[in-house]
């Protein structure tokens, strides 16, 4: 239980589009160096619509599974996987990564990339993950994906690309909407009425 | 930072606090009614009377043992443009796992210390009042974030930002460009010195103000701990009006988010001092001793 109650978030507003975005912020890797996959997809709002005013974070260990504790992700050096990207969407509200498939970081485990959402019109940060689609043995055992029921489990497994990449679409309500996840346990995070 | 604002990333966004999103998708869910036959325009007082009902639902729903809410709603149907944009279905609990339980570290390389002053981005001085937010950046459990990313932004002395979809006739100051940096020390500290920002006004109903605020992204030592927010400054009379402050329906946890005036901070001759503490929320994994002891990036050699 934790002593301090935490501060509330808000809403990232419409103008971060000067401050947040910063030089190859969605190229953990060079494009076209050897084992980058693009990884993209679109956001959506509750009409079906692309938002054309989010900005995600991905967070993921690197191709072997492993933690990386790099600094660097703000200036890259074009050689160091810091683990760590992000992307604004554009007009149409698609984001796009250059990164590498995660490796599971324990043997047996799933792979995921952990996400964060912002967007306009979006009162706080929304957690998600990224699963890759293989290894389905994997994924039968994770203990997230089991909880889930299979509608909403699909939510959080990408697609393979023909090249090899990754698409993932977020859907931040109505049909297909992508499973958001809380970690404090408190059931009032984000309490939806 | 200034000199390398990315004037491609400036002019390329299309992002404007509009409502052509932001239309109720029935006017059932809103307490008021709106009439079916002519658009009407909303005011302040449909938005306030609006607000008030969520504010004494929570309030009676306090007296019914309910717990006490510390986040922001995310369906706030009075900021309209939430309406579509919160998920329905709760958020799945779920334990966090491996890269969860660690965060991307940043330090030097990624941060100049000179991109903590904002007044001195340009050829000349920012017009406005120079003020010095400062406080510290700490867990759940009151331990220090220690060399950790915090990255600010904010409209100039006028109310203006300098995004080009923001239409506000106020005008661009060329000496402000209001985007800062730092990373936290030893002691989870970081300090900035700036412009207070103006408020200004936006489309979310007629005559829609925002209360003068700096807006915060913050790391912790887990990516659980990932937050952006917005740090406002005391005794605004904007506050009762904003649908936005009035997302988090509790009082106690809207003060979390406004600055103290402190005149300790306050340096002689020239700028006023504001004092504002973040609390992340707490870690999940058990740390290392090294950890314990702040040694994450490498502000610590």
């Given at each position: 239980m934790s002593k301090l109650t935490a501060t509330p978030g808000q809403t990232v507003g419409p103008f971060y589009g000067y401050a947040l975005p910063y030089d190859k912020d969605r190229e953990l890797l060079a494009p076209g160096s050897p084992g980058s996959i693009r990884l993209q997809g679109t956001v959506y709002d509750g009409a079906g619509h692309p938002i054309p005013d989010a900005i995600l974070e991905?967070?993921?260990p690197d191709a072997e599974g492993d933690i990386v504790r790099r600094t660097g992700s703000l200036v890259r050096d074009a050689y160091t996987f810091?683990?760590?990207?992000?992307?604004?969407v554009g007009n149409t509200g698609v984001y796009t990564f250059t990164t590498v498939n995660p490796g599971p970081t324990e043997p047996g485990a799933a792979a995921f990339i952990s996400v964060a959402v912002f967007a306009r019109g979006l009162m706080n940060r929304l957690f998600t993950r990224i699963y890759l689609p293989e290894n389905e043995e994997a994924l039968a055992k994770d203990p997230l994906l089991s909880s889930l029921d299979p509608e909403r489990r699909k939510t959080l497994i990408a697609r393979r690309d023909a090249d090899g990449g990754l698409t993932w679409d977020i859907r931040l309500q109505g049909e297909g909407e992508t499973v958001f996840l809380d970690f404090e346990g408190t059931g009032t995070e984000g309490a939806s009425q | 930072m200034p000199e390398d604002v990315n004037l491609a990333t400036y002019n390329a966004d299309a992002l404007t606090e509009d409502l052509s999103d932001a239309v109720p998708a029935e006017?059932?869910?809103?307490?008021q009614a709106v009439p079916?036959?002519?658009p009407r325009v909303e005011t302040q007082q449909d938005l306030s009377a609006e607000i008030k009902a969520l504010g004494d639902a929570y309030a009676r729903a306090l007296k019914d043992g309910a717990p006490k809410e510390t986040q922001p709603r995310l369906d706030f149907a009075p900021y309209r443009s939430s309406i579509l944009r919160h998920p329905t279905k709760s958020l799945h609990h779920a334990d966090p796992e491996t890269i969860e339980l660690h965060s991307p570290a940043f330090g030097h390389q990624d941060v100049h210390a000179l991109e903590a002053d904002l007044t001195i981005q340009h050829n000349g001085e920012p017009q406005g009042e120079r003020i010095i937010v400062a406080g510290r950046v700490l867990d759940g459990d009151g331990?220090?974030?220690?060399?950790?990313?915090?990255?600010?932004?904010?409209a100039n002395s006028s109310g203006r930002y300098i995004h080009k979809r923001d239409q506000h006739p106020a005008p661009l100051d060329p000496n402000f460009t209001g985007v800062g940096r730092c990373i936290t020390g030893p002691d989870g500290s970081y300090r900035f010195t700036t412009i207070k920002p103006g408020a200004y006004p936006w489309k979310n109903h007629l005559n829609a103000w925002r209360p003068a605020h700096i807006h915060f992204s913050l790391f912790g030592t887990e990516f659980t701990q990932r937050i952006v927010t917005q740090m406002y400054f005391p005794g605004d009379q904007l506050f009762p009006l904003d649908p936005i402050y009035q997302s988090i329906v509790d009082q106690d946890a809207r003060d979390r988010l406004v600055a103290s005036y402190d005149h300790?901070?306050?340096?002689?001759?020239?700028?006023l001092g504001?004092?504002?503490?973040?609390?992340?929320?707490?870690c999940k994994r058990t740390w290392t001793e090294n950890e314990a002891l702040g040694a994450e990036g490498d502000d610590h050699e």
């Open positions: 991905i967070w993921q810091t683990g760590f990207g992000r992307s604004a | 006017s059932g869910t809103a307490p079916a036959e002519a331990r220090p974030v220690a060399g950790q990313l915090v990255e600010i932004w904010q300790d901070l306050t340096e002689p001759e020239w700028a504001y004092n504002w503490d973040i609390v992340l929320t707490g």
